[in-house]
């Protein structure tokens, strides 16, 4: 058979997809000022007073703020400055120069065990814009994140998806949508991107903040006001899921002001000259979506990440040939890249699957990320095609992988790939087994894994590619060699039954206001073990993720806020294993004791006070102490006492055994009439008097209110 003619097809390189409105910068470093300033009129009379706080750039430990005077802080940590005047011109204009110069945000380790600060519930809790406990919202969350090992790849996954899935629509800036919107039209501005990305991590309890500030846009060739995110994961994590930058964010944002939702901080008061006096506060170029106010002194940037590898051992194809191309990069610190593999026009050679990828980075941990290539079966046989695959990433410095498709090649054989073990532990030994025709002896072969890349040369027509892998769950193990094909096999890391939720208690009765707390006793198959674990009781929820060495108690405190019947809810995590217990426990009404009134009266010229009591929710063995003795407080007692002021303390328990006191002070006056009748002989001081006339004037104050 006559060979065909070789000539050169020059193809056209495909541009990148685009992975958000706007790519990241790799800016390390940046010093910028930004002009505070704005004029007060009024317009149908004359201000006579103002106070303003006007928000400035926040000071943290990536950005160091200069303002020149005084700045104040919110309970956020939000820095603002206020200004005064006590008769001041109108119009009234101010202008301040704040100069800022930060950093880039890393994130270089996180807590391999941490729990959730019972303070953060204000990061976790749903709002009218956030709305984390709607039932698809969070259904939605868990569908995205089911694959994740670590509480990182959750937030990666969750931001993954915004970026991906919502398109950036200019038009609806300044109309901020709430989540539930967001949810379901899945476009909008940086606002939107942030809400929605808050409402479905808050959904599965990671505490999330809003940031609000300023972000340099290569579109406009301006800073633009931009809103991104914060996430708790054992730290603090940037997440910016418009930009698309997760665990990192670049020097190019300058932070104003964060919190549990986007609040406006900029403050006015004033006193004028009469009634209907309009005033007007104009920002200038602050209001809207380009910050003509910032302008950037000096920055820095940082070369494009070039310790990477990007191959195939197959680089030439016979038409209808098949093989995978991977890329394998270790992490420095936790963060997730974009990128993508552009293909070819022109005469189509080489097509790839989706050619969009995000590959999530922890430090000291390799990543890999496959495509599949399969060349065309239909071309001209009097060419040899050549299509440079080109890497795009903002974060990657550009590569190509030239991949050659030659007719005269012969047609693939095919090969035999399986697994060793189709179920082991994380970090075991397992192997993929190969079966191989004549011709494909002394290639190379490869397995690529999450976490790694292994390869051997096949020098016989079965052969092994022996690996170990730290990845758990459902892993996918990707073979191909160096003339052509491609497998993808999937094992099981972790046992089946690789947690066990020992036991799960928590009181049958608790008591609204008392702090409570369930416990739980947890133990796995093997250890070291990744541990989720999720407790909820009504709407309060807690998490703990962590490493598990050995069988653990854990303690989950809460506090009811108010009575009726409630569930209580464990779910442990750990590699795709689920375990989980439920409880059913009743709520009481917390009981009160409090002093009713007091009435005095003479008998046989001793004066006795008639002491009852006001009751509510069933208190339980209620006890009034005065003058060094104790009574019951059940029903009304009868005492001698000294005239003047007295002190009671009460005390008495709820049903679930909590206990309460209060202090009381009473005061024991003279009655406005002196009774002739006598105390029955051998009546005890407790039982009530037989009085044939008593008129009271005594009266009882509370010195505080109840212990609880």
């Known amino acids: ?290 910050a003509g106010n910032i302008e950037t002194t000096k920055a820095s940037y940082d070369a494009p990440y070039s310790a990477f590898t990007l191959d195939s051992p197959a680089r030439e194809l016979a038409p209808g040939g098949t093989t995978l191309a991977y890329l394998a990069m270790n992490g420095t610190d936790y963060r997730v890249i974009s990128l993508s593999l552009a293909g070819c026009t022109g005469e189509k050679s080489v097509a790839l699957d989706d050619s969009e990828r995000y590959l999530v980075l922890e430090p000291g941990k390799t990543s890999t990320m496959v495509w599949q290539l399969n060349a065309s079966a239909s071309l001209p046989r009097n060419y040899i095609y050549t299509c440079p695959l080109t890497l795009n990433s903002p974060y990657l410095e550009r590569r190509a992988l030239p991949i050659r498709v030659d007719p005269s090649l012969p047609a693939p054989q095919p090969f035999e790939a399986s697994l060793h073990e189709s179920s082991i532990l994380p970090g075991q030994q397992n192997a993929v087994f190969l079966r191989l025709p004549r011709q494909m002896r002394g290639k190379e072969f490869i397995a690529v894994l999450p976490d790694g890349v292994f390869s051997t040369i096949a020098n016989d027509t079965t052969s092994e590619i022996p690996f170990a892998s730290n990845a758990s769950g459902n892993v996918t193990v990707h073979v191909f060699g160096a003339a052509g094909g491609a497998y993808a096999l999937h094992y099981r890391s972790g046992s089946p039954s690789g947690i066990s939720l020992d036991s799960f208690s928590i009181p049958d009765l608790l008591a609204a206001g008392k702090p409570s707390s369930a416990q739980a006793n947890i133990s796995a198959q093997s250890y070291p073990a990744d541990i989720e674990l999720d407790f909820t009781f009504g709407e309060q929820s807690e998490q703990i993720m962590g490493k598990l060495t050995k069988p653990t108690s854990f303690t989950f405190n809460f506090t009811p806020s108010s009575p009726g019947t409630f569930g209580a809810r464990l779910v442990a995590l750990s590699g795709g294993d689920q375990s989980e217990e439920n409880h059913v426990s009743t709520v009481l009404a917390a009981p009160t004791l409090s002093l009713d009134k007091v009435e005095t009266a003479y008998s046989n010229g001793t004066l006795y006070a008639r002491i009852s009591f006001l009751q509510s929710g069933s208190p339980v063995s209620p006890t009034a102490s005065a003058a060094g003795s104790a009574y019951s407080a059940a029903a009304p007692i009868t005492l001698v006492l000294p005239l003047g002021k007295q002190d009671v303390l009460l005390s008495w328990s709820d049903g679930a055994g909590n206990n309460y006191s209060s202090s009381e002070q009473i005061t024991i006056s003279q009655p406005s009439m002196i009774s002739a009748a006598t105390a029955p002989q051998g009546c005890p001081l407790a039982t009530a008097l037989i009085l044939t006339a008593l008129i009271f004037s005594a009266s009882a104050s509370k010195a505080s209110s109840p212990k609880v």
């Not at 541009?15 to 007060?40: D, H, I, K, R």
């Not at 995205?144 to 915004?162: C, D, M």
């Open 1 to 290: 058979m006559q060979k065909p003619v070789r000539a050169l097809a020059l193809l056209i390189i495909l541009s990148s997809p685009l992975f958000a409105q706007e790519l990241p910068q790799l800016a390390s470093t940046l010093s910028a000022v930004v002009m505070v300033q704005g004029t007060v009129t009024a317009t149908g009379g004359e201000i006579h007073s103002l106070q303003m706080n006007i928000s400035v750039p926040s000071s943290t430990p990536y950005q160091i703020v200069e303002a020149g005077e005084p700045m104040r802080f919110d309970s956020n940590g939000n820095g603002y400055l206020s200004l005064s005047s006590s008769s001041p011109p109108n119009p009234f204009t101010y202008s301040k120069r704040i100069g800022v110069q930060s950093v880039a945000r890393t994130t270089p380790s996180l807590p391999e065990s941490y729990s959730v600060p019972s303070d953060y519930k204000q990061f976790t809790s749903a709002t009218n814009r956030t709305q984390s406990n709607d039932a698809g919202m969070r259904a939605l969350a868990q569908g995205i994140t089911s694959g994740a090992q670590t509480p990182f790849e959750k937030v990666a996954l969750l931001a993954i998806y915004v970026n991906r899935n919502m398109r950036y629509d200019e038009g609806m800036v300044g109309q901020e949508k709430d989540a539930l919107w967001v949810k379901q039209n899945l476009h909008g501005v940086c606002t939107e991107y942030s809400t929605l990305f808050a409402a479905l991590a808050r959904s599965i309890g990671i505490p999330v903040r809003y940031v609000s500030g300023y972000v340099y846009s290569d579109k406009f060739s301006s800073w633009m006001g931009h809103s991104w995110a914060e996430a708790y994961v054992g730290k603090w994590v940037p997440v910016d899921p418009t930009w698309f930058e997760v665990g990192a964010l670049d020097a190019m944002h300058i932070e104003e002001s964060r919190g549990a939702e986007f609040t406006r901080r900029d403050a006015l008061s004033a006193s004028v000259s009469r009634a209907g006096v309009q005033l007007d506060w104009d920002t200038g170029e602050k209001n809207g979506a380009v």
